[in-house]
């Protein structure tokens, strides 16, 4: 497991929240083991996205994870007409490491469990080999009137065989 250092406040790597009443700072959101992604992308800071002290605020990491998730669908190509099929039922960040403007970031994505109607997902927002947050995620497939539906077929087929995940 990488640990952070150099930034006060942020030696523990347990971020944002550590030691707060109802904040389960201990509680991994993923394993410890160092995960595999086969999908990276850039995801540019911007301007609106830091403080005046020049940190990225940390609602902006959602945001972050959000459109690597919509790049990760598009570049698999199971997005039509730019629809997203599914809605965000849940989702844990844990923060590691400030985030400045002028950093490169990038975020790796990964579809790790499908289910009937919904699957999970897990992110790292990254700058060089540091990560500065973790965040999974569970999303639901959804109908015309926003409930449950299963996964299609061809969503299901193309991200096992992209994730190398095994068919129950």
């Known amino acids: 497991m990488r640990k ?21 700072s201990e509680a991994p959101i993923a ?3 160092e995960m595999l992604y086969r999908f990276i992308v850039d995801v540019p800071l911007r301007w609106v996205d830091v403080d005046s002290e020049g940190v990225v605020n940390n609602a902006v990491y959602l945001s972050l994870v ?4 919509f790049l990760y669908f598009e570049e698999l190509g199971l997005l039509q007409n730019h629809r997203v099929e599914f809605l965000l039922a849940e989702v844990t960040v844990k923060y590691l490491r400030p985030a400045r403007l002028g950093m490169q970031t990038k ?7 499908l289910g009937n109607t919904s699957f999970q997902m897990r992110y790292e927002v ?9 965040a999974e995620a569970a999303l639901v497939y959804v109908d015309e009137v926003n409930k449950p539906r299963p996964i ?12 190398g995940l095994d068919e129950d």
């Open 152 to 163: 299609p077929d061809a969503v299901r087929e193309t991200i096992s065989s992209f994730e």
């Open 126 to 134: 990254q700058v060089g080999e540091q990560v500065l947050a973790k």
């Open 31 to 33: 394993d410890d083991q």
């Open 107 to 113: 975020v790796a994505a990964a579809v790790t469990k």
């Open 4 to 24: 952070p250092a150099g930034n006060p406040g942020w030696e523990s790597g347990l971020g944002i929240g550590a030691g707060k009443p109802g904040i389960d």
């Open 66 to 69: 959000e459109q690597a998730r």
